[in-house]
C-alpha cells in the first residue's frame, strides 16, 4: 500500500493537475503515493493516509467523477477510524458556495470515523491563476504533520 492516496474529483481537469502535482512533490520527499482520479469504493483501502483534492462545480456540487465516492461515504459510511487526511478544496469566490464539495467531502469523511490532518486549505482561482502553487506551499507544512 502506498504511504498516501490522493483522491482528485474534477471536472475540468484543474484539482487532478494539483493532486498530480503534489503526488510528485509527496514522492520526491520519500513518501509513495497512489493518484485515484474519481474512485471507485473497491480501489480504496480504508486505512492509511488519504489527500482529497476537488474542485466544486454546480452550486456547491461534488464533481460527477467524485460521486462515487461521496455517495460511497453517505450510504455505506466506511468505518475510516484507521484513515487520516487531508484536504484542499478548489474553487471560485464568485460563488456563495465557495469550496462546497471539499466541505461536503470533509463532513462525510468525519461522520465515517476519519480523523483530519491539519485545516483544510481553499485555493480561490480568481486569486492563483495557478492553483498548484499555494497547494505546493500548504503541502510544505502539511507532510510534516504526518510525522
Ligand atoms: C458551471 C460552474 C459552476 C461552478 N460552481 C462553483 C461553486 O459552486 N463553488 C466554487 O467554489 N466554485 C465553483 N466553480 C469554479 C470551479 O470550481 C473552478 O473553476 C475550478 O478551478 C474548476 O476546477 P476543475 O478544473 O478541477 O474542474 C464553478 C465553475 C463552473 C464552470
Given at each position: 500500500m502506498a504511504d498516501i492516496t490522493l483522491i482528485s474529483g474534477s471536472t475540468l481537469g484543474g484539482a487532478e493537475y494539483v493532486a498530480e502535482h503534489l503526488a510528485e512533490q509527496l514522492e520526491d520527499a520519500g513518501f509513495t503515493t497512489e493518484t485515484l482520479?474519481?474512485?471507485?469504493?473497491?480501489?480504496?483501502?480504508?486505512?492509511g493516509i488519504w489527500l482529497v483534492v476537488s474542485s466544486t462545480h454546480g452550486a456547491g456540487d461534488i464533481p460527477d467523477n467524485l460521486l462515487p465516492f461521496y455517495e460511497y461515504l453517505r450510504e455505506?459510511?466506511?468505518?475510516?477510524?484507521?484513515v487520516r487526511f487531508g484536504a484542499i478544496g478548489i474553487g471560485s469566490?464568485?460563488?456563495?458556495?465557495?469550496c462546497g464539495a471539499i466541505d461536503k467531502l470533509d463532513a462525510e469523511m468525519k461522520a465515517c470515523g476519519a480523523k483530519q490532518i491539519g485545516e483544510t486549505l481553499k485555493i480561490n482561482v480568481l486569486e492563483h491563476d495557478i492553483p498548484e502553487d499555494p497547494a505546493e506551499l500548504w503541502l510544505g507544512s502539511w507532510k510534516n504533520l504526518l510525522k
Open positions: 482520479h474519481g474512485p471507485v469504493a473497491d480501489e480504496l483501502s480504508t486505512d455505506e459510511k466506511p468505518d475510516l477510524s484507521a469566490r464568485e460563488y456563495d458556495t465557495f
